[in-house]
C-alpha cells in the first residue's frame, strides 16, 4: 500500500471484522468463518452487512464461492495498522510521530493502556484480543 492509494479508513465494527478475517488466515472465508472468529459474535446478517460496507470501500475482496461469497481483507493488518497511524499523526500531531510519543508519555495514567510494567510483546491477531471470548450457543 503506498501513500497514493485510496484508502477509507474502517469505522469499529468493521474493523472486528477485519481482525476476524486475519484471524482467519490467508484463505477466503464465508461469513460464518468470520463469526467463529469474530470476538463478539455478531449475528450473521449484521456480518455480512459489514463485510458489503468493507467490500463497498476496497478493504474485502468478495469472490463467489459454492455456498455463497467467499471473503479475503486486501490489506494485512499491518498495512491497515500504518495506515490508521499515520492518518492519526497527520490529523492531530502536524504529522511528527514523535508529538504522538510525547503525548502518550505525558498523558498514559489517561488513556486506557493495560500496561504491565514489562515490555510489549508483539500482538498476535491469530488469537482473540480479549480475555474471554464470547460464544454462541447452538
Not at 476496497?58 to 481483507?73: E, H, I
Not at 502518550?104 to 488513556?111: E, G, I
Request: proline share 7%; glycine share 6%.
Amino acid at each position: 500500500m503506498t501513500e497514493d492509494d485510496a484508502f477509507t479508513m474502517p469505522t469499529r465494527a468493521e474493523l472486528g471484522v477485519l481482525m476476524a478475517l486475519w484471524r482467519h488466515g490467508s484463505s477466503p472465508a464465508t461469513g460464518r468463518d468470520v463469526i467463529e472468529h469474530h470476538d463478539d459474535c455478531p449475528a450473521h446478517p449484521t456480518v455480512m452487512n459489514l463485510l458489503r460496507h468493507l467490500h463497498d470501500k476496497g478493504l474485502v475482496a468478495k469472490t463467489p464461492g459454492d455456498y455463497g461469497n467467499l471473503f479475503t481483507a486486501v490489506y494485512s493488518c499491518e498495512q491497515v495498522i500504518q495506515r490508521i497511524l499515520a492518518s492519526l499523526i497527520d490529523r492531530f500531531f502536524d504529522g511528527d510521530c514523535g508529538k504522538l510519543v510525547a503525548y502518550a508519555q505525558a498523558h498514559q495514567q489517561q488513556l486506557s493502556c493495560r500496561d504491565s510494567g514489562r515490555p510489549a510483546e508483539p500482538f498476535d491477531y491469530s488469537k482473540p484480543h480479549r480475555s474471554q471470548r464470547h460464544t454462541r450457543s447452538p
